[in-house]
């Protein structure tokens, strides 16, 4: 079966795959970003530079959960009942595990080998550390491997990159940005080594050798965001935010919240049910206290949740319906 309006394939083997066996999955895409459009612009692939996530790049296997419509007066428009209701951790583990299996929600972690080529004035980056670079036929090659298992989500980055490094306890910690951003390059570089210090002693080690944070065009609709091998930082909320502007260093919360996701959604990666935002998000945000804490003193830190507590009140004011509980209990 071949579905070409939602590119849906279904194969089906002659043989069932034996345990522990292996099956080579092959497949090209070509992304066509030319035309005149109203909106729905896409940027991942410009002359310039290239910021493009798996999620594009590569097929999905099995049911997919999360591309369900969550809008429940969109489902009503489509004559979609209620939305499934999320898994929650009340029932016993083997059987949640089998449900969330059945959904498509637990993507299982992975270790992945790229080579990226690209033109002779970029630099591209990938998922782990560079084990080979070369040159050939005008087109520079990269050759990245991810040995360790790891949330199967990152990007592939190309660009005009100029490079800013410090090696931390074994860690080397890069930034990756248009050279004519670089105002605050050294103190992002000094923040995030510092942020690896800080969250280490409470958290334990950072499971990586490299630690690579890489600027990204203001286009995309984060300031910041952690994602395997990477996190991308967009030009305006990143490399070019005013540091000097209010009282909480703004760099120091950012990349300290970024950082932490290492441990909160890379180390510990819940189950897609109820409660794995508390885990994955309020622990980061914990963790982006402790950090502003460690470098500007806890007296900062009541301004910082009076921000916060107004960015949640504002959001609530846009949401219909009843706010999910944190946890539910039996
Ligand atoms: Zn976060």
Not at 85 to 107: H, I, K, N, Y
Not at 116 to 137: C, K, R, Y
Not at 246 to 266: F, P, S, T
Request: proline fraction near 4%; glycine fraction near 10%.
């Amino acid at each position: 079966m071949a579905d070409a309006r939602f590119g849906v394939h279904a194969v089906a083997r002659r043989e069932p795959l034996v345990s522990g066996g292996q099956l080579t999955l092959s497949n090209a895409l070509t992304l066509d970003r030319t035309g005149v459009r109203a909106d729905g612009f896409n940027e991942d692939v410009a002359a310039n530079g290239t910021f493009i996530r798996s999620s594009t790049l590569m097929p999905v296997i099995g049911y997919q959960g999360r591309f369900e419509i969550g809008a429940d007066a969109e489902r009503a428009k489509r004559g979609l009942g209620a939305v499934t209701p999320m898994l929650t951790p009340v029932e016993s583990l083997p059987a949640l595990a089998a449900r969330a299996r059945d959904r498509g929600l637990t993507p299982a972690w992975f270790t992945v080998r790229t080579t990226i080529s690209t033109s002779l004035d970029q630099t591209a980056l990938g998922p782990g550390d560079l084990v080979n670079e070369w040159t050939v036929n005008k087109r520079r090659h990269f050759s990245y491997r991810l040995d360790q298992p790891s949330t199967p989500m990152f990007p592939i980055s190309a660009g005009r990159y100029a490079v800013e490094r410090r090696v931390v306890g074994g860690v080397a910690v890069e930034l990756w940005y248009h050279a004519a951003h670089g105002a605050h390059a050294a103190r992002i570089v000094e923040i995030a080594s510092r942020s690896l210090t800080v969250l280490q002693q409470q958290f334990g080690a950072f499971p990586h050798k490299t630690l690579r944070l890489v600027e990204v065009p203001a286009g995309w609709g984060f300031g910041a965001y952690a994602q395997t091998g990477s996190r991308d930082l967009t030009e305006s909320r990143g490399m070019l935010s005013d540091a000097r502007k209010g009282d909480v260093d703004l760099l120091v919360r950012r990349i300290g919240h970024e950082v932490a996701h290492e441990w909160w959604g890379h180390t510990v990666d819940p189950l897609w049910g109820e409660g794995r935002l508390t885990i994955v998000e309020t622990l980061a945000k914990y963790s982006e206290q402790l950090r502003l804490g460690a470098q500007q003193g806890d007296a900062v830190l009541a301004r910082m949740m009076s921000f916060d507590h107004d960015r949640y009140l504002s959001g609530r004011a846009n949401t219909m319906g009843l706010e999910p509980t944190l946890l539910t209990t039996a």
